[in-house]
């Protein structure tokens, strides 16, 4: 890592790696690096731009025109390479193609459809804690952050019982896609081919049980909304977007309110923080860390004159915890105004499922912290590595009932 | 700077001055107002920005677009014929003195 120096465009070349072993393990010296060394950076190993403030990161995110997705919002520019999957039609697309895309999901997974799967949401929590506080001891990712969302996101998806072992190694490797072809991009690709076969089996429309998200969405082709060509990916969507994320924002939860005691004391002592806690630990861990645009003109940002066709990689974590736009960043405080964080992105690709991951995430933490006084970290948690998600892959914990 | 008034449901109100450009949600926000929580940031998303509008001011508002109707049929309190979102409400100076109405809860 070097020091930030000037080049002639005027924008500092730095030599980090934010696809690095090294980096994943402690991102924040980095980050900081990143946000103090200019509005824009660019990054020598890989050839792209970068922004880490929290204003640049929010420009860039609002200006779909100019920072595009269609090219792919990993580092692979899809003009240039052929994805290693059908791009997605929501994630990866431009308007007006994504304007009537996202508008089928914003309607599949509205406040509205939320008020109808709260109760069952909040009923698996319970279920979930009662578990918990016969066993004690036990792993809060495997047992809590991944068997939650488990127990009820692929019920609500109407996914059939059989193959669901794939649903988050295919997360994975639609995750670490979006890095650089380091070694984790390669080996996920690798070894996807089975978790692709299984999701694009589910994705048809007579494999998913009626009532369900899914079904939803291809109940959409007879609205005339979108063709049924098209819903089959719709589906996938949800299948590569909405279990490990929430999985990460879950166990990021967890592993915030174990660690700051103060905070599980004050959640205790006021139930309705527990939307917030969730919020703020999506604020303070950013489960979703980076993405990157690419440019469709030659574009001024911040002073920084950018080309045409140039990748922008975005630090969501980074701008989490801009000194510039929040106070006191580096602390978790569940009654903070979270309020513009970027953990769920901003504008147009704003997260579709947020709505989603934050139920799961409040009935979760309110269940728990309704039954248990006290949570306790009892060995070293491990992390997990993925170009795009932080979060771990071990976290024991003893759980003491109230 | 035009300023908005927010009445909470146990009749206390605050008055906020806007800044330039921005919405009724932003304002409320930027002024760490209770009862506005805008979980989405205002990217007409997530209907925790609810507000009821003052029946004096409802007709000097601009109609509710589409998705912003979707979205007022899943607020937390009930969607009455003067429910707006707040980050819907952008702030011009003839909207000096609006008058929105916090519901009891945003979800």
């Not at chain 1, 309705?272 to 969730?278: C, M």
Request: with cysteine; charged share 25%.
């Amino acid at each position: 890592m070097s020091a930030p120096g000037s080049a002639v465009s005027g924008v500092p070349h730095l030599d980090v790696d934010p696809f690095d072993m090294t980096f994943f393990a402690d991102p924040y010296p980095t980050h900081e690096l990143l946000r103090e060394a200019g509005p824009v950076v660019y990054l020598d190993k890989w050839k792209v731009y970068g922004v880490a403030r929290y204003a640049e990161v929010h420009a860039v995110l609002n200006d779909p025109a100019t920072f595009c997705s269609s090219r792919g919002v990993g580092l692979s520019d899809f003009k240039k390479e052929t994805p290693w999957r059908p791009p997605s039609l929501i994630l990866e697309a431009d308007p007006p193609a994504h304007t009537r895309t996202r508008a089928v999901l914003s309607k599949v997974l509205s406040p509205t459809v939320m008020k109808q799967v709260r109760d069952r949401f909040a009923a698996a929590a319970e279920e979930r804690v009662d578990a918990l506080i016969e066993k004690r001891s036990f792993d809060a990712i495997t047992d809590l952050a991944e068997a939650y969302p488990l127990s009820i996101f692929p019920d609500a998806l109407g996914l059939k019982p059989e193959g669901r072992e794939h649903l988050i190694p295919y997360a994975s490797v639609v995750f670490n896609a979006f890095g650089p072809p380091n070694q984790l991009r390669q080996e996920a690709i690798e070894r996807s081919m089975p978790h692709q076969a299984y999701v694009a089996e589910q994705c048809q429309r007579e494999n998913l049980a009626p009532g369900g998200f899914g079904a939803c969405i291809h109940a959409q082709v007879d609205e005339g909304a979108i063709s049924a060509a098209e819903a089959p990916l719709l589906v996938r969507s949800l299948l590569s977007a909405g279990l490990d994320t929430t999985v990460n924002g879950i166990g990021a939860a967890i592993y915030c309110l174990a660690r700051f005691p103060d905070q599980w004391r004050r959640l205790r002592n006021d139930l309705s923080l527990a939307r917030s806690a969730f919020e703020e630990a999506v604020r303070f861990e950013s489960p979703v860390q980076t993405f990157f645009r690419t440019t469709t003109r030659a574009v001024e940002l911040s002073g920084a004159r950018i080309g045409e066709g140039e990748k922008v990689l975005m630090f969501l974590a980074a701008a989490n915890r801009d000194p510039r736009r929040w106070d006191q960043p580096d602390s978790y405080d569940i009654t903070r105004r979270t309020s513009g964080h970027v953990g769920f992105g901003s504008g147009i690709h704003m997260c579709v499922g947020q709505l989603v991951a934050r139920l799961e995430g409040e009935v979760m933490l309110t269940a728990l912290a309704r039954r248990v006084a006290k949570i306790e970290i009892t060995g070293e948690p491990k992390r997990r590595f993925n170009n795009t998600l932080r979060g771990l892959d071990s976290l024991p914990v003893t759980i003491t009932p109230a | 700077m035009p300023a908005i008034t927010f009445i909470h449901p146990d009749g206390k109100s605050d008055r906020v001055e806007t800044a330039g450009g921005e919405s009724a949600m932003q304002a409320a926000t930027r002024h760490g107002l209770d009862g506005i929580l805008a979980e989405c940031g205002g990217n007409a998303m997530c209907a925790t920005c609810h507000v009821y509008v003052d029946e004096s001011w409802l007709a000097r508002l601009p109609a509710v677009a589409g998705d912003e109707d979707a979205l007022l049929d899943g607020t937390a309190a009930e969607r009455l014929p003067n429910s707006r979102l707040s980050c819907q409400i952008n702030i011009t100076p003839e909207l000096d003195g609006l008058v929105l109405r916090l519901p009891e809860r945003q979800v």
